[in-house]
């Protein structure tokens, strides 16, 4: 069965702190993988998409790793900002199976001051 | 340009009503998917349609589920009647096309008490 773990299952960091958000897949091939950032009563918003063939993605103070060999992937974020409390949900799309989306269930980021 | 729009944002019901939750999708875009989220918890996907045909509806529970997307754009998802189980987030997401390099935009939700 394909899945997609994510840990830790929340975190909280101070302010102006580095954070590494961990995703580990099962999905063999897939499509691309994603991350996406959800604010509280909010719709997840995309912040990175990688192709299987891509190792890295970076969106501002947002930074995605991809390695294929292990089926792991990174988002690391760099000097946290209180804006940045949200949960991250990580996403991969089969190549096969009519390219349905699998989600993680996600990390909770606090950042406090 | 405007996101993808929903309404309610937020619903209470009594056990046994029925429910329906509205999504206008970004002008142009032919994918519309309705997800459930629990809390803590990741999307899951309840229907996907490609214009107005449903594509995807194996994890719509349809004894109590229903949905339809009416000349290709706006849609609408029922629940009748509702039970407990059913608390969560709905979520309405839209796409360019079904092809997973398209990027799927979501509206905020609507968030759904069942007491």
């Known amino acids: 069965k394909n899945q997609v773990e994510q840990s830790p299952q929340s975190l909280i960091i101070l302010e102006g702190k580095n954070c590494t958000l961990q995703c580990n897949y099962t999905v063999s091939p897939f499509s691309n993988l994603r991350w996406y950032k959800q604010d509280t009563g909010r719709g997840p918003v995309s912040l990175t998409i990688m192709t299987f063939s891509e190792n890295t993605k970076s969106n501002g103070r947002y930074t995605a790793t991809l390695d294929a060999d292990t089926k792991q992937s990174s988002l690391h974020i760099t000097a946290s900002q209180l804006s940045d409390s949200a949960s991250y949900i990580c996403?991969?799309?089969?190549?096969?199976?009519?390219?349905?989306?699998?989600f993680g269930a996600g990390t909770r980021l606090f950042v406090k001051a | 340009e405007a996101g993808v729009v929903q309404s309610p944002r937020y619903k209470i019901i009594e056990k046994k009503q029925p429910v329906a939750f509205w999504c206008n999708p970004i002008s142009g875009h032919n994918t519309l998917y309705w997800y459930l989220q629990n809390l803590g918890q990741g999307p899951e996907l309840l229907i996907r349609?490609?214009?107005?045909?449903?594509?995807?509806d194996s994890q719509l529970p349809k004894d109590r589920f229903s949905a339809e997307r009416l000349k290709g754009v706006d849609s609408t998802l029922k629940i009748q009647p509702a039970e407990l189980g059913d608390s969560a987030v709905y979520l309405c997401?839209?796409?360019?096309?079904?092809?997973?390099?398209?990027?799927?935009?979501f509206g905020p939700g609507t968030r759904l008490t069942v007491t």
């Open positions: 349609y490609e214009n107005e045909e449903a594509v995807d």
């Open positions: 997401a839209s796409s360019l096309g079904q092809d997973p390099s398209y990027e799927q935009y």
């Open positions: 996403v991969v799309t089969p190549n096969t199976g009519g390219f349905k989306t699998i």
